[in-house]
């Protein structure tokens, strides 16, 4: 015998509203199926176990290390509260036949943007030219914990640096020992102010930008610096003549002499007075570079009785900061040999008015100098 019409009817009633009774008792407890909260998925579950996978997975923070993104407790991401993870929940609970596929954002610190930042980390590298020599920076070896936040790398700047100060050290000309030629022979004298070194910090900065903005090449000559009138230093790049070049001034205090080289050949001799030989006002020796060329120009200082001074001279071309250079001395009368002994200078190198001009023609700015008895 058939069911009747209105048993079928019935029955299938029943059923229905059995389905939507579980079906609302099951969302009323449950996260759908396809819900997410902040890229975990949350389906299944309730507010409590929600809100402990949720920021189980996003608290900590990602580090880049051995060219790998891992995530270690701690750090400042904020998690969920119950609150919170309700107020989601209820956004999510929808009656059939709607599907339940939300995807919620909510206090994620940026761990996804994180994520995707330090992998593309993986594999870059960077060549830094320094003096005609090439070096590779690799992103794997050199930004170990490097953390992405806020739409910025935090680099941990010890690896590049360290590096970059055993380049410098291996390259920078700064107080190297140089071999001078002189019409009388090769002689060494130590580098003072002439010469250069790498501006590590910049030349780190430089590298770490490189690397996390994809760039594929650093120049080391733009983060150099030097000491005295040149911040930026001198010689980079010069190789003839150990790093001097072919236009340079020799003077030698034992002959009390002077040479200006000019693509290596001397076009100025001319004999000189320096600092007296006191103790305090001696010219100093190394090799130096002219600072500027000032003419005329006024000196001014201390003698020794504690006196001011003043002296005009018609050419001024100083080698340090402290105030010794090269200049005319037109009030001296005595030019021997010896006069440096006990009627030197203040530590300048007096020449000849009438021999002036063939030094002042013949030098130029940043030019080197080497000073040796």
């Known amino acids: 015998m058939k069911p009747s019409k209105k048993f079928v009817a019935g029955f299938a009633a029943i059923i229905i509203v059995g389905a939507i009774g579980l079906y609302e008792t099951r969302t009323a407890k449950y996260f759908g199926s396809g819900v997410t909260i902040n890229h975990v998925k949350v389906g299944g579950l309730t507010v409590a176990e929600a809100k402990q996978k949720v920021n189980r997975a996003q608290g900590g923070t990602y580090f880049f290390?051995?060219?790998?993104?891992?995530?270690?407790?701690?750090?400042?991401?904020?998690?969920?509260?119950?609150?919170?993870?309700?107020?989601?929940?209820?956004?999510?609970?929808?009656?059939?036949?709607?599907?339940?596929?939300?995807?919620?954002?909510?206090?994620?610190?940026?761990?996804?943007?994180?994520?995707?930042?330090?992998?593309?980390?993986?594999?870059?590298?960077?060549?830094?030219?320094?003096?005609?020599?090439?070096?590779?920076?690799?992103?794997?070896d050199v930004l170990d914990g490097t953390t992405y936040l806020n739409g910025q790398y935090q680099v941990d700047q010890t690896a590049i640096a360290r590096r970059l100060t055993t380049i410098n050290h291996q390259q920078m000309t700064l107080l190297k020992n140089y071999t001078v030629t002189t019409p009388s022979g090769q002689v060494n004298v130590r580098g003072n102010t002439y010469g250069w070194q790498l501006n590590v910090s910049k030349a780190t900065a430089a590298v770490i930008n490189a690397l996390t903005g994809n760039q594929k090449t650093v120049a080391g000559k733009n983060y150099l610096k030097g000491v005295g009138f040149n911040p930026n230093g001198t010689g980079y790049g010069v190789e003839a003549n150990d790093g001097l070049g072919k236009n340079y001034i020799a003077v030698s205090l034992g002959q009390q002499h002077m040479w200006v080289y000019k693509d290596n050949k001397v076009v100025a001799s001319v004999d000189i007075v320096s600092g007296t030989n006191n103790g305090h006002d001696n010219t100093p020796t190394g090799v130096f570079y002219i600072g500027y060329k000032q003419s005329p120009s006024v000196l001014r200082g201390k003698n020794s009785n504690g006196s001011d001074y003043a002296s005009k001279v018609s050419r001024w071309m100083p080698f340090t900061e402290e105030g010794c250079g090269i200049h005319d001395a037109s009030w001296r009368t005595r030019w021997g040999a010896h006069e440096w002994q006990t009627n030197g200078s203040h530590g300048c190198l007096n020449v000849r008015p009438s021999q002036i001009d063939s030094v002042w023609d013949n030098v130029v700015k940043d030019e080197p100098i080497a000073i040796f008895n």
Do not use: C, M, W
């Open 65 to 140: 290390e051995n060219g790998r993104v891992i995530r270690k407790a701690g750090g400042q991401a904020k998690l969920l509260s119950t609150a919170d993870v309700q107020k989601l929940f209820d956004q999510q609970r929808h009656y059939f036949p709607r599907p339940h596929h939300e995807h919620f954002q909510k206090y994620n610190q940026g761990a996804d943007e994180a994520k995707k930042a330090l992998r593309s980390l993986r594999g870059r590298a960077v060549n830094f030219s320094l003096n005609g020599h090439d070096y590779t920076f690799k992103a794997n």
